[in-house]
Nanobody, 121 residues
Framework: QVQLVESGGGLVHPGGSLRLSCAAS????????MAWYRQAPGKERELVAS???????DYADSVKGRFTISRDNAKNTMYLQMNSLKPEDTAVYSC???????????????WGKGTQVTVSS
């Protein structure tokens, strides 16, 4: 079994910062691409940022220059540093990872349960 667990969400004032973490655990051979998604109430889920195993990153236009995605392959953990937060960043943030479980031939996509980020004064 493979699990993704997010942490680091919370309530922050506009202009503030938060750092999210996503840890992959279980019977893992290798974690490939990882990504952060978010979904605000009444809106569709959107891709926030992604990172390959080699460290190549990509960001949604709405977060470029404010958010930084990174990962620690030794710990199977991904991070999202969020600065200059705005009320429109309020959403449930979920992590997604492309994982090859130990003993498996194929990769499989996994999702975390999400962590709430609320930006409000």
């Amino acid at each position: 079994q493979v699990q993704l667990v997010e942490s680091g969400g919370g309530l922050v004032h506009p202009g503030g910062s938060l750092r999210l973490s996503c840890a992959a655990s279980g019977s893992i051979f290798m974690v490939y691409a990882m990504a952060w998604y978010r979904q605000a109430p009444g809106k569709e889920r959107e891709l926030v940022a992604s990172i390959t195993r080699g460290g190549t990153t990509d960001y949604a236009d709405s977060v470029k220059g404010r958010f930084t995605i990174s990962r620690d392959n030794a710990k199977n953990t991904m991070y999202l540093q969020m600065n200059s937060l705005k009320p429109e960043d309020t959403a449930v943030y979920s992590c997604n990872a492309d994982v090859q479980p130990r003993g498996a031939v194929r990769r499989k996509e996994y999702w975390g349960k999400g962590t709430q980020v609320t930006v409000s004064s």
